[in-house]
């Protein structure tokens, strides 16, 4: 039996050192086994074009098979943008909502923002907030994601105090 994980540190180690064509092999071979790990950087690597052309359809292909495998909060939010990508913003919407029901502390703040300027969903303030309070309440959120939140509720801060009179 192929051992799916030494396929993917096998990619991980050949893409650091900049072995493309040797990292796309092996994350192909995990992925064609069904390792969501491997489906979602062989997803990526086409995302971005990494070493190969960028080719959308076929990252959204493996970014979905990721999802349907593992419900992996990662290939939801690469979903999410590349719908938003595309201008498909309630599908945005819908997928990073999917990631953060999946542990995605950073899908929190795209919601928010969703919210905030009515992207793919009904503009709510009160829900924004909601999202925001939520987020920067989570331990593991990226410190970029953090600031962000910090920024936003910053914004809200004179508005609310104005709002109320003080």
């Given at each position: 039996?192929?051992?799916?994980?030494?396929?993917f540190r096998i990619g991980d180690a050949a893409e650091d050192a900049?072995?493309?064509?040797?990292?796309?092999?092996?994350?192909?071979?995990?992925?064609?086994?069904?390792?969501?790990?491997?489906?979602?950087?062989?997803?990526?690597?086409?995302?971005?074009?990494?070493?190969?052309?960028?080719?959308?359809?076929?990252?959204?292909?493996?970014?979905?098979?990721?999802?349907?495998?593992?419900?992996?909060?990662?290939?939801?939010?690469?979903?999410?943008?590349?719908?938003?990508?595309?201008?498909?913003?309630?599908?945005?919407?819908?997928?990073?909502?999917?990631?953060?029901?999946?542990?995605?502390?950073?899908?929190?703040?795209?919601?928010?923002?969703?919210?905030?300027d009515g992207l793919g969903v009904r503009r709510s303030i009160d829900?924004?907030?909601?999202?925001?309070?939520?987020?920067?309440?989570?331990?593991?959120?990226?410190?970029?994601?953090?600031?962000?939140?910090?920024?936003?509720?910053?914004?809200?801060r004179p508005k609310v105090i104005a709002g109320n009179g003080k």
């Open positions: 039996m192929i051992n799916t994980e030494a396929l900049g072995d493309y064509e040797r990292a796309r092999q092996a994350f192909e071979k995990g992925a064609a086994l069904g390792d969501v790990s491997c489906l979602n950087r062989l997803a990526y690597l086409f995302d971005v074009g990494i070493g190969v052309e960028v080719d959308k359809a076929f990252a959204m292909r493996c970014y979905q098979r990721a999802w349907r495998r593992g419900r992996c909060y990662v290939a939801a939010n690469n979903i999410a943008v590349l719908y938003r990508e595309s201008g498909n913003l309630k599908a945005m919407f819908q997928w990073f909502e999917r990631a953060a029901e999946q542990g995605d502390e950073d899908a929190l703040v795209e919601l928010a923002k969703c919210y905030l829900q924004a907030l909601r999202r925001l309070a939520a987020a920067a309440s989570k331990p593991n959120l990226f410190e970029a994601s953090r600031e962000e939140v910090g920024a936003l509720l910053a914004e809200f």
